[in-house]
């Protein structure tokens, strides 16, 4: 979760493949830009970024998050190369494919003002973790305002938690209390639940999504009031591992503008 224009940094590895220590990558975002650090640099688009280091494994940069609230995805694309050519260099895409031709994005939310985040989902079957934000501000009066859950298991049940947690929460542990290994819940006491289906797409590559309304009333009286969220979905790649098979996103705190 990253705050409009801030900056974090990032380090693309290159593991396994041939049995030598020089290699390449190359990344890209859909929003936001690169900064270029050691062994690399930024292409003509600077959503853009590729080695300039042939002889390393690893490259550290830095992405700057975009002006506009919103889902971010990186993808990348390393290679395994035998430093005499492009003869029989072994390239790979991030994700749980072994044989993709196209890489699992990382996903990044781009929280507007008003919205933060606290800890972080828990992963699916393939390593992805949903993640939960807001596309828009929660202003007095912001009768399109709601909640976005992306990076989750297609075509299949999600949930928004509602509640409001004690001061210093720390979450509860939800594979201890009921079987979800790995998972953490983020809202001491939901009130309400919110329910929708997320989109048709891949489940190796996690790309369900979902939105849920909750539009603000246009009265002064709302200013300051705060409620904290959680979104989870049914999962059938985490059934062998967890009691129930549901992921869970981050957890937020919405503050009405």
């Not at 939800?174 to 009130?191: D, S």
């Amino acid at each position: 979760m990253l705050n409009a224009g801030q900056q974090t940094s990032v380090t693309t590895a290159v593991t396994g493949g041939l049995a030598t220590t020089t290699g390449g990558f190359i990344g890209e975002a859909t929003a936001g830009s690169f900064v270029a650090g050691t062994g690399n640099h930024v292409n003509i688009s600077t959503r853009s970024i590729t080695h300039d280091d042939r002889t390393r494994r690893s490259w550290t940069y830095t992405f700057v998050a975009p002006a506009t609230p919103g889902v971010v995805e990186l993808t990348s694309c390393g290679m395994a190369s035998n430093g005499s050519g492009s003869s029989g260099d072994k390239f790979s895409f991030n994700g749980f494919d072994p044989n993709a031709t196209v890489g699992t994005p990382v996903r990044v939310y781009v929280l507007p003002t008003g919205v933060t985040n606290f800890g972080a989902g828990c992963a699916d079957g393939y390593g992805n973790i949903p993640v939960l934000g807001a596309p828009s501000a929660p202003t007095v009066g912001n009768g399109s305002f709601g909640f976005q859950l992306a990076g989750a298991a297609p075509g299949s049940l999600a949930f928004l938690l509602y509640g409001f947690n004690p001061p210093g929460f720390p979450g509860l542990n939800l594979g201890a209390l009921f079987g979800i290994t790995g998972c953490t819940g983020y809202v001491a006491n939901p009130l309400s639940t919110a329910t929708a289906f997320t989109s048709a797409g891949n489940a190796m590559r996690a790309e369900g999504s979902c939105s849920f309304p909750f539009p603000l009333p246009n009265s002064p009286a709302y200013l300051g009031f705060a409620i904290d969220v959680q979104g989870a979905c049914m999962d059938n790649s985490v059934a062998a591992t967890r009691a129930v098979p549901v992921t869970f996103s981050n957890g937020l705190r919405m503050v009405v503008q």
